[in-house]
């Protein structure tokens, strides 16, 4: 019909929820916009149609903690409710690394995947030296 909000947008607001919810109250001032958050696990349930009405989203952190490096692993459920109902829920799981270590995995991963492509597709080319190095701020 067309009435309700997809399952993707309402997975998206809670991605969004979360990152704010790290921002404001898990990560420290001077840390905030030096980290990439990585996603590990998602898994969503839907109860019943969200339609574009007024809603809202509760944030529950589940699980939180800091390694020797800083980096931060969280879990969350984040619900979204409309009309005194649960309409959906959400369940994430994410990381954080510092911009210049998810730049070098991200170029390392994009080369090997390159590579793996061309050699599947036999065309014998190869990566240019130094393709895809990170520029690291």
């Known amino acids: 019909t067309g009435f309700h909000i ?9 991605r969004q929820m979360i990152l704010a ?4 109250h898990l990560f420290d001032a001077e840390k905030r916009g030096s980290y990439f958050v990585v996603l590990d696990h998602l898994s969503a349930s839907f109860a019943a149609f969200a339609f574009p009405l007024p809603a809202s989203l509760r944030c529950r952190v589940d699980h939180h ?4 490096h800083g980096n931060v692993t969280c879990r969350f459920t984040v619900a979204v409710w409309q009309a005194d109902e649960e309409v959906a829920n959400v369940q994430i799981a994410v990381r954080n690394y510092s911009k210049q270590f998810i730049q070098r995995l991200e170029a ?3 080369r090997a995947t390159i590579r793996k492509i061309l050699a599947k597709a036999g065309t014998g080319q190869s990566l240019p030296s130094g393709a895809f190095e990170p520029e690291i701020a």
């Open 6 to 14: 997809q399952g993707m947008v309402l997975i998206e607001a809670a």
């Open 21 to 24: 919810v790290m921002e404001t």
């Open 65 to 68: 903690s800091t390694d020797a």
């Open 108 to 110: 390392t991963q994009v």
